[in-house]
T-cell receptor, first 115, second 116 residues
Framework: KAGVTQTPRYLIKTRGQQVTLSCSPISGHRSVSWYQQTPGQGLQFLFEYFSETQRNKGNFPGRFSGRQFSNSRSEMNVSTLELGDSALYLC??????????????FGNGTRLTVT | AQKVTQAQTEISVVEKEDVTLDCVYETRDTTYYLFWYKQPPSGELVFLIRRNSFDEQNEISGRYSWNFQKSTSSFNFTITASQVVDSAVYFCALRRAIQGAQKLVFGQGTRLTINP
């Protein structure tokens, strides 16, 4: 069974540009979450989706957005990039929106560098 | 609010030594879930264990063991007879046990280096 797949693995963008990251969950998993990892702030929750609906959102500005498609694949978009957006972006999937007992399975992440 | 604290930023030991990674959490919920993840240099977070708040039984899996103490809000992780392959960053995480709760609150992580 294939794991969570994130593309691309690496991205270099310039300030002011926008970027789209993609995530394909494990087959059968309907819930997808996104996390940002930086040396200073650690792992921070961005948002989560289930059945194409955003169920929860972290404390990030509106420049960060996402969506989920009918096949459970998800994308996140960051507009008007800032230097501080440089980070490892991790996508995770789980079986369902259960009562917190389904472990999240993470992808390898997309490392975004903003110059 | 929920919070997870991993006070040990970095630990370095020699191979075959035992090592314990500390995790202390804060939550007002009476029911919750605790997790440990391992992050090797490749970047992927690898799930190690999930523990329900109402189950305080310790768990052992090979060289890994976990000690959950609700009275002290701690969920410590011990590696016995450490190996170089155990070198990674380890994260402790907390999640609410309510419908729709997928969000994990992570600690800052402990970088573990096992030297040959």
């Amino acid at each position: 069974k294939a794991g969570v797949t994130q593309t691309p693995r690496y991205l270099i963008k310039t300030r002011g540009q926008q970027v789209t990251l993609s995530c394909s969950p494990i087959s059968g998993h309907r819930s997808v979450s996104w996390y940002q990892q930086t040396p200073g702030q650690g792992l921070q929750f961005l948002f989560e989706y289930f059945s194409e609906t955003q169920r929860n959102k972290g404390n990030f500005p509106g420049r960060f957005s996402g969506r989920q498609f009918s096949n459970s694949r998800s994308e996140m978009n960051v507009s008007t990039l800032e230097l501080g957006d440089s980070a490892l972006y991790l996508c995770a999937s789980s079986l369902a929106l259960a009562q917190g007992n389904s472990p999240l399975h993470f992808g390898n992440g997309t490392r975004l560098t903003v110059t | 609010a929920q919070k997870v604290t991993q006070a040990q930023t970095e630990i370095s030991v020699v191979e075959k030594e035992d090592v314990t990674l500390d995790c202390v959490y804060e939550t007002r919920d009476t029911t919750y879930y605790l997790f440990w993840y391992k992050q090797p240099p490749s970047g992927e977070l690898v799930f190690l264990i999930r523990r329900n708040s109402f189950d305080e039984q310790n768990e052992i899996s090979g060289r890994y063991s976990w000690n959950f103490q609700k009275s002290t809000s701690s969920f410590n992780f011990t590696i016995t007879a450490s190996q170089v392959v155990d070198s990674a960053v380890y994260f402790c995480a907390l999640r609410r046990a309510i419908q729709g709760a997928q969000k994990l609150v992570f600690g800052q992580g402990t970088r573990l280096t096992i030297n040959p």
